[in-house]
C-alpha cells in the first residue's frame, strides 16, 4: 500500500520557470491538500479539494494552481517560480476533511527557487 | 491572532523521563479536533493523536497521551519513558471549519531532542 506518493523529492528551478508537483494516492481518499512548510513555521495550507472537480483555495494560494480530475491525483503547478516559494512541500490526503480523520503525508518536496 | 501556540521552540529532555509539548487554541468552532504529528529529520510527517472538541476522556495512543483542558483552550502532548527515537520535531494541529470545509491550521512546532 503506497499511501501518498509526491515527486519529485528535489528540484530546482530558476526564477520565472514553471513546474508540477505531483501527488498521488491509492486509498481513495475524497480529501486532498497540499502544504507549504517554512523554516519556523507549522505547515500552510495552499489549495485543496474535497473530490473530484472541487478544488478550493487556503491560506497562500498566489502563485499556484491545482486541479483534480481524478480521485487518486491532485497535481500543484507553480506558473512563475519566485525564490519566495523556495519552500518544502507537502501533499497530504484524509478520508474527508472532518471528524477524527487523520491526514496521511507525502515525504514531501524539496524546492529551491534561484 | 494565532489560531494555534506552541510556546516551546525547543526543548531538552534525559532519556526516560516524560516530556510534556504545550499547545494551546483559539477556535470559536464548537466542533473542532486536535491533532499532534511528528516529523523526525527524515521529514515525514507521522500522525500521533486525535483530541476530538467533544471527547469526554484524554486520548491515549501507547506512550502518547493528551492532556486536553478545554477551558484552558490547552491540548499537551504527553510523551511517557522519552526514548531517543522521540527527538523530533512535533507539530500541534487543530482542524476547524472554514466556509463549508474544515481545515487543519499548524502551530510553529517544537523541537525536541532527548539526551542519552
Known amino acids: 500500500n503506497a499511501g501518498v506518493t509526491q515527486t519529485p523529492k528535489f528540484q530546482v528551478l530558476k526564477t520565472g520557470q514553471s513546474m508540477t508537483l505531483q501527488c498521488a494516492q491509492d486509498?481513495?481518499?475524497?480529501?486532498m491538500s497540499w502544504y507549504r512548510q517554512d523554516p519556523g513555521m507549522g505547515l500552510r495550507l495552499i489549495h485543496y479539494?474535497?473530490?473530484?472537480?472541487?478544488?478550493d483555495q487556503g491560506e497562500v494560494p498566489n502563485g499556484y494552481n491545482v486541479s483534480r480530475s481524478t480521485t487518486e491525483d491532485f497535481p500543484l503547478r507553480l506558473l512563475s517560480a519566485a525564490p519566495s516559494q523556495t519552500s518544502v512541500y507537502f501533499c497530504?490526503?484524509?478520508?474527508?476533511?472532518?471528524?477524527?480523520?487523520?491526514?496521511?503525508f507525502g515525504q514531501g518536496t524539496r524546492l529551491t527557487v534561484v | 491572532a494565532q489560531k494555534i501556540t506552541q510556546t516551546q521552540p525547543g526543548m531538552f529532555v534525559q532519556e526516560k523521563e516524560a516530556v510534556t509539548l504545550d499547545c494551546t487554541y483559539d477556535t470559536s468552532d464548537p466542533s473542532y479536533g486536535l491533532f499532534w504529528y511528528k516529523q523526525p529529520s527524515s521529514g515525514e510527517m507521522i500522525f500521533l493523536i486525535y483530541?476530538?472538541?467533544?471527547d469526554q476522556q484524554n486520548a491515549t495512543e501507547g506512550r502518547y497521551s493528551l492532556n486536553f483542558q478545554k477551558a484552558r483552550k490547552s491540548a499537551n502532548l504527553v510523551i511517557s519513558a522519552s526514548q531517543l527515537g522521540d527527538s523530533a520535531m512535533y507539530f500541534c494541529?487543530?482542524?476547524?471549519?472554514?466556509?463549508?470545509?474544515?481545515?487543519?491550521?499548524w502551530g510553529a512546532g517544537t523541537k525536541l531532542i532527548i539526551k542519552p
Open positions: 479539494s474535497v473530490g473530484a472537480g472541487i478544488t
Open positions: 494541529a487543530m482542524r476547524e471549519l472554514r466556509g463549508s470545509n474544515y481545515q487543519l491550521i
Open positions: 483530541q476530538g472538541s467533544y
Open positions: 497530504a490526503s484524509s478520508l474527508s476533511s472532518g471528524g477524527n480523520t487523520e491526514a496521511f
Open positions: 486509498m481513495n481518499h475524497e480529501y
